[in-house]
């Protein structure tokens, strides 16, 4: 899990297949697995996750399969959402859509798809340094036979 801790300010693009929570401020792009926006969390700008739940505040586009906003929660922006829950005290300006019951954020699928090419990759080049040692280890195997029985004979 990734924390952006109180008196935390980051600009930019922060991109994540595990969890976010914001306890300080964030100014760009967040896409993540999942979202919490603590009370003292702030948001400006696109955030986009399979679960988001809100305590602080959201300025800008929401994108989440499931969103809650919690007591106290402030929301301005369009909400994009296949689940959402609204508790008492909570405040939503912008335009809530609702999506398919499986919606995940196009982001994300994006993200989760890069992940899967990068991990087939990695997976390809460990069994091509492993097939690698072992070709190694047979091909030099007699040369070692052979001196391990020179010290054997030499004790």
């Not at 906003?69 to 301005?76: K, P, R």
């Not at 939503?92 to 990759?121: C, H, I, S, W, Y």
């Amino acid at each position: 899990m990734i924390t952006i801790s109180v008196g935390t300010v980051m600009r930019g693009n922060l991109v994540t297949s595990g969890s976010v929570r914001l306890d300080g401020r964030f100014d760009g792009r967040l896409i993540c697995s999942r979202l919490e926006v603590s009370s003292d969390g702030y948001a400006n700008g696109y955030v986009s996750a399979r679960e988001i739940v809100i305590a602080g505040q959201i300025v800008g586009r929401v994108e989440a399969r499931s969103v809650t906003l919690s007591d106290g929660a402030f929301v301005e922006g369009d909400v994009r959402y296949a689940s959402i829950v609204l508790e008492s005290g909570a405040t939503m300006t912008g335009k809530a859509v609702r999506a398919e019951a499986d919606f995940t954020p196009p982001d994300l699928l994006a993200l989760e798809a890069d992940l899967d090419v990068a991990t087939a990759q990695l997976d390809d080049m460990e069994r091509t340094a492993r097939d690698a040692m072992a070709e190694r280890a047979t091909a030099e195997y007699p040369q070692y036979e052979k001196v391990r029985r020179t010290l054997v004979a030499a004790r």
